[in-house]
């Protein structure tokens, strides 16, 4: 059974940096794309950047060059460091894997404010 568990979110001032984790410890399963989304209130969830089983990334254009995304296969964990964050990046954090069957799960979320 899969549970992806977010950790690292928090209050960071701008200019500033956190470090995401996400990880399934819970199974077995090799996930195909592993990624990091983001919805700030009254908006969409976005996607903010994936990253595939070979190390394929991909950013949302507003946090290339700031944030990178990286994984641990054999720990089902990815990683985002966010570096520079500006106020527009406060939002829940929800951490994305899909497996190479079809199947989505999400993690539950973690809120990122960036405020001074």
């Known amino acids: 059974q899969v549970q992806l568990v977010e950790s690292g979110g928090g209050l960071v001032q701008p200019g500033g940096s956190l470090r995401l984790s996400c990880a399934d410890s819970?199974?077995?399963?090799?996930?195909?794309?592993m990624g990091w989304y983001r919805q700030a209130p009254g908006k969409e969830r976005e996607l903010v950047a994936t990253?595939?089983?070979?190390?394929?990334?991909n950013y949302a254009d507003s946090v290339k060059g700031r944030f990178t995304i990286s994984r641990v296969n054999a720990k089902n964990t990815v990683y985002l460091q966010m570096n520079s964050l500006k106020p527009e990046d406060t939002a829940v954090y929800y951490c994305?894997?899909?497996?190479?069957?079809?199947?989505?799960?999400w993690g539950q979320g973690t809120q990122v404010t960036v405020s001074s």
């Open positions: 990253i595939t089983s070979g190390g394929s990334t």
């Open positions: 994305s894997a899909d497996t190479f069957y079809g199947n989505s799960y």
């Open positions: 819970r199974s077995i399963i090799v996930f195909n794309v």
